[in-house]
């Protein structure tokens, strides 16, 4: 079963407008982090905004928000006054916090491809 | 000053060639990965290491073997390449273990295999 779920391949977005990326993650742990990562076209990996469940408060870095529900495993990035260079795959990814074995290690979501429109 | 730097960003080599990808951190993080990209831009974990345990994925090829001099580098070796290998290999660093802990990318390694 997949651990995280993206269920938006690709979205667009109109300059300067709020979008929404989806994320559901799937885990029996107490203790995990969630990740979101940001990759151009030029194929580098930019971490963007960090949640850890016992974290009470959403998290926010700029103009990017984390939506974290917890009871409904969803931690959906939030990307406010969208801008051209924001055009991207954007991934999330969860850390467990049973590590030994390949537990532990950040696992990724399919990602999706949002596209900015002037 | 680069924090996780890999070298070649590009590699094109024939099938059956040796190749090796190398990483290298300054942030003083005890865990090194490698991950696996592939063409529909999935990301796969490929090994961790840190400084007492080396944990490899079941589903990587034996051909595919890291190699760490030291705390700082963790350098991927590719033994008789396959067309199927072709992909872009990430290697990245975490302070720890721990999940809170997030990971430092490089920049990646495209590698085309012909």
């Known amino acids: 079963a997949q651990k995280i779920t993206q269920t938006q391949p690709g979205m667009f977005v109109q300059e300067k407008e709020a979008v929404t990326l989806d994320c559901t993650y799937d885990t029996s742990d107490q203790s995990y982090g969630l990740f979101w990562y940001k990759q151009p076209s030029s194929g580098e990996m930019i971490f963007l905004i960090y949640?850890?469940?016992?974290?009470?408060q959403n998290a926010t870095e700029g103009r990017y928000s984390l939506n974290f529900q917890k009871a409904r495993k969803s931690a959906n990035l939030v990307i406010s006054a969208s801008q051209l260079g924001d055009s991207a795959m954007y991934f999330c990814a969860m850390r467990e916090g049973s590590y030994g074995g390949s537990q532990g290690n950040l696992i990724f979501g399919k990602g999706t491809k949002l596209s900015v429109k002037p | 000053d680069t924090a996780v730097s890999q070298t070649p960003k590009y590699l094109v080599t024939q099938m059956g060639n040796d190749k090796s990808i190398k990483c290298e951190q300054n942030l003083g993080h005890d865990t090194m990965y490698w991950y696996k990209q592939d063409s529909k831009k999935f990301l796969k974990i490929m090994f961790s290491y840190n400084n007492k345990e080396l944990i490899i994925n079941e589903t990587v090829p034996n051909r595919f073997s890291p190699k760490s001099p030291d705390k700082a580098h963790l350098n991927l070796h590719i033994n008789s390449l396959e067309l199927g290998d072709s992909a872009v290999y990430f290697c990245?660093?975490?302070?720890?273990?721990?999940?809170?802990?997030?990971?430092?990318f490089g920049s990646g390694t495209r590698l085309t295999v012909v």
């Open positions: 990245a660093s975490s302070q720890d273990s721990g999940w809170y802990s997030g990971y430092t």
């Open positions: 949640q850890g469940s016992y974290d009470e």
